[in-house]
């Protein structure tokens, strides 16, 4: 494994405390903020926030265990984008619009934003990904995420109330 391979195993750490952090507090944030985010009850996102953070490990897992199977590597490289625009997209601009820290600010500034970027700009520098590679991977693992999270949030809502 590669000193950089090496630094792909700080993205699902720093997800998984990103979550955790809107995990605990986005719920009740929800109640505030009818122009970012519907209010959302904590175990359906708890659920939502869970399969994302499961995907997140996968795609590392895949990109890091078969580096040869480009796609795995496009995957994991559009997440990593797709987390930085996360990050300051609507964290960033809510916290600004509505003058009140949007959970997952901190982590996704702090974390995700230059972990990602590093691992990306390194990608990039040793020909593992070209830019127009990354502004296509993390279009559609965005789109995607936006697709996919209502779906998470019901399927929380049928498992808590089964």
Same mark, same amino acid.
């Given at each position: 494994?590669?000193?950089?391979?090496?630094?792909?195993?700080?993205?699902?750490?720093?997800?998984?405390?990103?979550?955790?952090?809107?995990?605990?507090?986005?719920?009740?944030?929800?109640?505030?903020?009818?122009?970012?985010?519907?209010?959302?009850?904590?175990?359906?996102?708890?659920?939502?926030?869970?399969?994302?953070?499961?995907?997140?490990?996968?795609?590392? $897992?895949? *990109? =890091? &265990? #078969?580096?040869?199977?480009? @796609? /795995?590597?496009? !995957?994991?490289?559009?997440?990593?984008? +797709?987390?930085?625009?996360?990050?300051?997209?609507?964290?960033?601009?809510?916290?600004?619009?509505?003058?009140?820290?949007?959970?997952?600010?901190?982590?996704?500034?702090?974390?995700?934003?230059?972990?990602?970027?590093?691992?990306? $700009?390194? *990608? =990039? &520098? #040793?020909?593992?990904?070209? @830019? /127009?590679?990354? !502004?296509?991977?993390?279009?559609?693992? +965005?789109?995607?995420?936006?697709?996919?999270?209502?779906?998470?949030?019901?399927?929380?809502?049928?498992?808590?109330?089964?």
């Amino acid at each position: 494994m590669t000193t950089p391979s090496l630094l792909w195993l700080f993205f699902p750490i720093g997800i998984t405390l990103h979550n955790l952090e809107e995990a605990l507090w986005l719920p009740q944030w929800s109640v505030h903020a009818k122009r970012f985010h519907r209010q959302v009850e904590p175990k359906e996102f708890i659920f939502a926030v869970m399969i994302v953070t499961l995907l997140a490990y996968l795609s590392t $897992f895949v *990109a =890091m &265990a #078969a580096p040869s199977i480009r @796609l /795995g590597r496009v !995957v994991f490289f559009g997440f990593l984008g +797709a987390m930085i625009l996360n990050a300051l997209v609507p964290h960033l601009a809510a916290t600004i619009v509505l003058r009140r820290y949007a959970p997952g600010l901190l982590t996704g500034v702090a974390l995700l934003v230059p972990v990602d970027s590093t691992i990306l $700009f390194q *990608a =990039m &520098a #040793a020909g593992k990904l070209s @830019l /127009g590679e990354l !502004v296509l991977s993390t279009a559609a693992v +965005a789109a995607a995420l936006l697709v996919l999270l209502p779906v998470f949030f019901r399927l929380g809502r049928l498992a808590v109330n089964w």
